[in-house]
Structure formats: structure tokens, C-alpha cells
């Protein structure tokens, strides 16, 4: 009699344990299912992918492969090797311009040099003739100063001398004149005392 309750009271709690163990075996049953599902998901785009890359990588060996294709490689690697060589040929002129540019300055430096050095010199020759000339015409100045103080100097001589000589002649002409005076008195008093 007291077992019966107890009896009634456990048949739901294990009929409970049994519905959730059952619930939880189907859910992980689902759960192995998706995850099943996934990987072979998975492993279907991983071929798919692979099949594909594989399709696309043959594609390109047969169209590498073809005629048309090398013949096209070719065409580029002969244009862009033409374009190179154009480059160069196009930097090397551009250098060569560069080059005689410079060289055609450096030479027009060098001739402003060489002509501002010719005329320093011109002009240091100038002065140093100019200053002889100089120099030789006051030479030829005090030259000529001198000749003329030397002939002012002999004209003076000249006219002293010419000046004593006319007075030496005035003097012995009076002295004469004198001298006649005297010598004709004697005479007239000697003849009177002759008489």
C-alpha cells in the first residue's frame, strides 16, 4: 500500500528522462547530420574549385599553345622591345642635346673669357701707352721748354754782348771824339806857340 504512490510518482520523471535523452539524441543526430552535410559541401566546392582551376589552367596551356597566341606573345615582345630601343634611342638623343648644349656653353664661356681677357689687355696696353705718350710729351715739352729758355738765354747773351759792344763802341767813339778835341788843342796852342 505505501509503495504504490511512489511507484506512480517516479514512471513520469524516468518517462521524462527518456523523452529529453531521446531529444537530445536526435538533436545530435541533426547536428552529425549538418556537419556531415557541411564537409561534404565542403569537399564538393573544394573539387569544384579545383575541377575549375584545372579547366581554366588547361585553357590557358591550349591557348598559350596555339599559334595565334604565340604569334601574339611574339608581336608584343618585338613591340615592346621596339619601344625600348625608342627609349633609348630617344634618352641617348636627349643626352647627346644635353651634351652639346653644354658644350656649346662652355665654349661661349670660354670665348666671353678669352674676349674679356683681351680686353683687360687691350685696355692695360692702352694705359701703358697712354702714360708713354704721356711721359714722352712732357719729355718732349720740357725738352722744348728748355731749348727755348736756352735760346731766350743765348738771345740774351747775344743782346748783352751786342749791347756791350754797341756801348764799347759809343765809349771808344767818345773817347775819340775826346781824344780829338785833345789833340787838336795841343796842335793849336803849340802852333800859337810856335808863332
Not at 504512490?5 to 549538418?34: C, F
Not at 683681351?118 to 725738352?143: F, G, H, P, S, T
Amino acid at each position: 500500500m505505501s509503495t504504490s504512490p511512489i511507484n506512480k510518482s517516479e514512471s513520469p520523471s524516468l518517462a521524462s528522462i527518456d523523452q529529453k535523452n531521446a531529444l537530445e539524441r536526435q538533436r545530435q543526430e541533426e547536428e552529425k547530420k549538418r556537419r556531415q552535410k557541411e564537409a561534404e559541401l565542403r569537399i564538393l566546392e573544394e573539387e569544384t574549385a579545383r575541377r575549375i582551376e584545372e579547366a581554366i589552367r588547361k585553357k590557358v596551356e591550349e591557348s598559350l599553345n596555339s599559334e595565334e597566341i604565340k604569334l601574339e606573345i611574339q608581336r608584343r615582345i618585338e613591340e615592346g622591345h621596339k619601344k625600348l630601343l625608342d627609349e633609348v634611342a630617344a634618352q641617348l638623343e636627349k643626352e647627346k642635346e644635353a651634351a652639346l648644349i653644354e658644350a656649346r656653353q662652355k665654349v661661349e664661356q670660354e670665348r666671353k673669357e678669352r674676349e674679356e681677357l683681351d680686353k683687360m689687355l687691350e685696355d692695360n696696353q692702352r694705359i701703358v701707352e697712354e702714360a708713354q705718350r704721356r711721359e714722352a710729351l712732357e719729355q718732349q715739352q720740357k725738352e722744348l721748354e728748355r731749348c727755348l729758355e736756352l735760346e731766350r738765354i743765348q738771345k740774351q747773351k747775344e743782346e748783352a754782348m751786342r749791347r756791350k759792344k754797341m756801348w764799347e763802341e759809343e765809349e771808344k767813339a767818345n773817347q775819340m771824339k775826346l781824344l780829338g778835341k785833345n789833340k787838336s788843342r795841343p796842335k793849336l796852342s803849340f802852333a800859337i806857340g810856335l808863332k
